[in-house]
């Protein structure tokens, strides 16, 4: 078997844990940068798929129509096909995905607050790890 037919173990140890875990599977899929980043757009009202894909600048649209499969399978949003000619496709935040939302807010703000100690940090620490080498 080659490296494409190999089943990766990796993968089923992370399904395993999610299943135990709640907050570990939860995490997976809000804790990336794109699906962050969507919710937060639907936050005033429905979006169509262009809209979304010029607000989010350097999101593929590939990455795009994977991580808004992603939030509608896990319920955070729903995909409205508008009979139009051609058809239209909206977006927009379900009850889960808007408290969701807040949570996301919440998060923003205190690394909004937080953000320059952070830096500082890590500028301290990537200078003192050059005199402890």
Known sequence: MDQ???????NRQND???ERCPIRDVLDRVGDKW??????ELRDGPR?????????????????TGTLRNLQRDGFITRTVIP???PQVEYALTG??????????EL?????????AIRAARKE??????ETA
């Open 4 to 10: 494409f037919t190999t089943p990766r173990r990796r």
């Open 16 to 18: 395993e844990l999610n």
């Open 35 to 40: 699906s962050a980043l969507i919710v937060r």
């Open 48 to 64: 169509r798929f262009g809209v979304l894909r010029r607000a989010i600048e350097d999101i593929s649209q590939r990455m795009l």
């Open 84 to 86: 139009t000619t051609p």
């Open 96 to 105: 889960l995905g808007t408290s969701l939302q807040e949570a996301l807010g």
């Open 108 to 116: 923003a703000g205190w690394a909004a607050t937080n953000h320059g």
């Open 125 to 130: 620490f990537d200078g003192n790890r050059h």
